[in-house]
């Protein structure tokens, strides 16, 4: 694997700032939640303490919810995977980045950055050495305890490794291809959408995509996304490999939206002024929207309606009675 990041360093998504540079009002937002457990400091041989020391956390893109991250603590020896929601993140699996050991003791990746880029993440570790020391024999001991780690966690298939070489008695910092995430044998589907729709795969309801990540079984598979609110059906495609993890984006149709009322009456559907009355058929994206109406005389209304596929959504600008003059 060749060393992707020492040739072109990738800007991290999303960075974890300190609290002064933070703008005012950011530092007034409340907490975001945070579903499951953030994992830090390994606590025995199969468990972890909670996360204290997060160096940074990366999304496969930088708008919109759900997003897949991958976190990385300092005193782990690997990263975590991170469902990003709109205030809250759901606490995924762990990858494991390096094996390396001291004195029977794991040593830290300790994780210097993450980013993301054409369907991968990148984590770059600056191994978990003590600190330089004045004495050439304990320098000596500690430049041997752990070469420097960068890691690639991609959605496409890894090539299969090669076969292991015995260990030269000094071998330079090498890249080290991550090992693949989720659990044995899975892949791992993340599906967004502007609407919330139900998957179901052979027939069976796995989940929506309000669930971010979703465990599927390895194969060739044809999903049917469903929104029986919106009179929305759709398939996909997709061949998954074991420990792939991959995200789509629904295409949606658009919907038409039918607007009656008095002439010259102004109308705004998501903020976008689409002319006044009469009008003929606006079409507009599926989901539910936003229709303003304004009128000289009598003023302004604002109402939500439902805009689904297939048969138009007909509103009417209606105001309440005016103020007697």
Not at 126 to 155: F, L, Q, Y
Not at 185 to 202: E, N
Not at 276 to 281: Q, W
Request: hydrophobic share 40%; aromatic share 4%; proline share 9%.
């Amino acid at each position: 694997m060749k060393h992707m990041l020492i040739n072109r360093w990738l800007p991290v998504c999303v960075c974890l700032l300190a609290a002064p540079l933070l703008p005012a009002n950011a530092q007034d937002l409340p907490p975001w939640k945070v579903d499951g457990k953030l994992l830090g400091k390994a606590d025995g041989a199969s468990d972890f303490k909670k996360s204290e020391d997060v160096s940074g956390i990366a999304c496969d893109r930088s708008s919109g919810f759900p997003r897949l991250c991958i976190l990385a603590d300092d005193e782990t020896q690997g990263a975590q995977i991170v469902i990003l929601k709109d205030g809250e993140l759901i606490a995924g699996d762990f990858i494991k980045l390096t094996d390396a050991q001291h004195a029977n003791k794991p040593l830290e990746l300790d994780a210097e950055g993450i980013a993301f880029e054409n369907g991968s993440f990148y984590v770059i570790g600056s191994h978990g050495r003590p600190r330089h020391n004045d004495d050439p024999a304990k320098e000596a001991a500690s430049n041997a305890k752990a070469p420097e780690v960068t890691a690639e966690i991609t959605s496409r298939r890894q090539p299969a490794p090669r076969t292991p070489q015995a260990a030269a008695p000094a071998p330079p910092p090498a890249a080290t291809a991550a090992p693949q995430a989720g659990l044995s044998g899975s892949a791992m589907l993340t599906v967004f959408s502007r609407i919330p729709l139900d998957i179901h795969l052979d027939g069976k309801r796995i989940g929506t995509t309000d669930d971010g990540q979703l465990l599927v079984p390895p194969g060739a598979h044809r999903f049917e996304l469903v929104s029986r609110r919106y009179n929305y059906r759709g398939e996909v495609s997709m061949s998954l490999q074991p420990g792939q993890m991959i995200t789509h984006t629904v295409s949606l149709p658009a919907g038409v939206l039918r607007v009656r009322g008095a002439a010259g009456t102004e109308v705004w559907v998501e903020g976008e002024h689409v002319g006044a009355l009469p009008l003929a058929d606006v079409s507009v994206p599926i989901g539910t929207r936003e229709v303003v109406f304004r009128h000289p005389q009598q003023g302004e209304r604002r109402q939500m309606i439902e805009v689904g596929a297939g048969a138009p959504a007909e509103v009417t600008a209606t105001f309440g009675v005016p103020a007697a003059g």
